[in-house]
């Protein structure tokens, strides 16, 4: 496993992320609670170091199994939770308001058996409170030493140039990291996002890298799913972006075809071949593999030590090229100097 800067800080974290929104759901598609320790000694053992849960996933209860599961390895681990959405039914159980946000993290902290947060997110922009009451809470708690470093998920390009723009006015802790959907079937944060997490010095940490599912070539053209057995795709609402109505457009089959031509050529998963992309696009720092089996975990490890060529890499961007609605397309015929 190989371990990147996340952004402009000196905090490496590994090429992977083991993500754990499963972990603890009450589903078919769920990891149970005790294959929750095994997965997790199998990715420490495997070099990686950075774990993502969430405060809402499961309820809680996904931190409560990963905060029992890495007691003996706190040590060796860059622990990412998030804060925002609805821990209960009051009026302030949820947002970023600093009332919020300190209950969540103090929650959280117990939850995780733990004293202190590697990596805390903002999960979603709050409409109603002031960004410069969230970030100001932000930087408190990392001056406490309860949190260390902070990131941004879900905000839209304008929503984080403000929030950066104010904690640098007021000389608080900035951004270090920015978690955002993005795969060869959603590359949408590209027209405004990636530039700017290049120029602003955030790292990347990519969730969705396998498109809910649809990038792991087990699905088959004409042919939807219908049980959660057969993948969570088969449940996705028709108006999310990891839909089958959304996944399996005539674009997504010619993706799927070339990354099963490549995994021949590399001798490698469909999977594989598709992480192994995203990993290699700029600004990139960790990609979160979402993980249920120890299966799934031992294929997408295989990603770790894969790197396509510079022509496959251009190959698989060229077919899964989105079209660039104005004025990108506009700034990038007209709008060049130099």
């Given amino acids: 496993m190989k371990y990147r800067n996340l952004g402009n800080t000196g905090l490496l974290v590994s090429e992977l992320a083991l993500g754990t929104m499963v972990f603890g759901e009450n589903s078919q598609r769920s990891t149970p609670p005790e294959q929750v320790k095994p997965i997790i000694d199998q990715f420490l053992d495997a070099g990686g170091n950075h774990i993502d849960t969430a ?24 622990l990412a939770t998030k804060t925002r959405f609805p821990m209960g039914s009051g009026p ?74 104010v904690s640098d006015a007021n000389h608080w802790i900035r951004f270090s990291a920015a978690q955002y959907q993005y795969s060869l079937v959603e590359r949408n944060i590209e027209n405004e996002f990636s530039d700017l997490f290049l120029k602003e010095g955030l790292g990347l940490v990519p969730w969705g890298p396998l498109g809910g599912g649809f990038l792991t070539g087990k699905y088959k053209q004409n042919q939807k799913p219908q049980s959660p057995q057969e993948g969570r795709i088969a449940v996705t609402p028709k108006n999310d972006e990891e839909a089958w109505e959304n996944r399996s457009r005539d674009k997504n089959w010619k993706i799927i075809n070339q990354l099963q031509i490549l995994s021949q050529k590399y001798q490698a998963s469909v999977s594989q071949i598709a992480i192994a992309w995203l990993k290699q696009q700029p600004a990139v720092a960790s990609v979160i593999v979402g993980i249920r089996t120890q299966e799934q975990l031992m294929d997408n490890l295989g990603a770790a030590d894969l790197d396509l060529s510079y022509e496959d890499i251009t190959l698989l961007s060229e077919i899964s090229r989105p079209e660039t609605p104005y004025p990108y397309g ?8 130099g």
């Fill in 55 to 78: 405060n809402v996933y499961a309820g809680g209860r996904s931190e409560e199994l990963v905060g029992s599961a890495i007691q003996t390895n706190r040590h060796k681990i860059i």
């Fill in 330 to 337: 506009f700034l990038n015929n007209y709008g060049k100097r």
């Fill in 92 to 165: 302030n159980d949820s947002g970023l308001s600093r009332y919020h946000i300190i209950n969540s993290v103090e929650a959280s902290l117990r939850r995780l058996k733990t004293d202190y947060i590697d990596l805390l997110y903002m999960h979603c922009w709050d409409p109603i409170t002031p960004i410069e009451e969230s970030l100001r809470t932000f930087d408190n708690l990392v001056n406490s030493g309860k949190v260390r470093y902070i990131g941004v998920s879900n905000f839209k390009a304008w929503q984080l140039m403000k929030a950066l723009c």
